[in-house]
């Protein structure tokens, strides 16, 4: 079965700071990973994905993220944060072997950013 | 416009009163999913379809029903909804079964009182 965690169920970072949030995924055949963010009282919306393309994803708002199979890890980064990318962060995997998974999501990461 | 429509988005109601939240797609996708979010907790997937007729149980199944008569709806039901069952709830639908494009409804929160 598939797995991911996040770790850090808070993160706070200043204005202008790095942003890393943190996922491991687990998983017995090549996964695909996305990262989903959630803004206050809104649905959800993808950020970028992993299909077993480039192993450098960039995706929308300047967030990119890297996969990384001997770490089992897609850390999600931005170089700088601004006030508006304070955001409820999930990573989520499903794979391409066929099964009825689905995605299997992360319990989330609240980013704060400090002014 | 391809989208994901539920509803309704937002709903209170009472312990024990059955209830049906709606999701339909426009995209001719055969996978569809519904999921419930949780403080804490992240998306859990609560059941699964892969076509008409054929669904599946996802992490968190209990007190929950689904329906799969037509390939652009897949409704949710809570025959006797209980207060933990008070949560935020996402219908998804994708072209494959990995859904690595999938398209989400806007959500429906739900309080059961």
């Known amino acids: 079965a598939q797995s991911v965690t996040q770790l850090g169920s808070h993160v706070s970072v200043s204005e202008g700071a790095l942003v890393l949030l943190r996922c491991n995924y687990s998983s017995s055949v090549p996964p695909y990973l996305f990262w989903y963010v959630q803004y206050p009282n809104q649905g959800l919306q993808l950020l970028l994905k992993?299909?077993?393309?480039?192993?450098l994803v960039k995706g929308i708002n300047g967030f990119e993220a890297e996969f990384k199979k001997s770490e089992t890890s897609f850390h999600l980064t931005k170089p700088s944060a601004h006030m508006s990318d304070a955001a409820e962060y999930f990573c989520a995997v499903s794979y391409s072997g066929g099964g009825a998974d689905g995605l299997t999501f992360g319990k989330g990461t609240h980013l704060i950013i400090q002014p | 416009e391809a989208q994901v429509t539920q509803n309704p988005r937002y709903l209170i109601t009472v312990t024990g009163k059955k209830l049906t939240v709606t999701c339909s797609q426009n995209?001719?996708?055969?996978?569809m999913s519904w999921y419930r979010q949780d403080p804490g907790l992240g998306l859990r997937q609560i059941y699964y379809s892969m076509n008409v007729e054929v669904t599946d149980k996802g992490d968190v199944p209990e007190g929950y029903k689904v329906s799969r008569k037509e390939k652009r709806n897949f409704p949710l039901i809570l025959e006797s909804p209980s207060p933990n069952q008070t949560s935020l709830y996402f219908c998804?639908?994708?072209?494959?079964?990995?859904?690595?494009?999938?398209?989400f409804g806007q959500g429906t929160r739900l309080t059961v009182v």
């Open positions: 995209m001719n996708h055969e996978y």
């Open positions: 992993y299909t077993s393309a480039a192993t």
């Open positions: 998804a639908s994708s072209l494959g079964q990995s859904f690595t494009e999938a398209f």
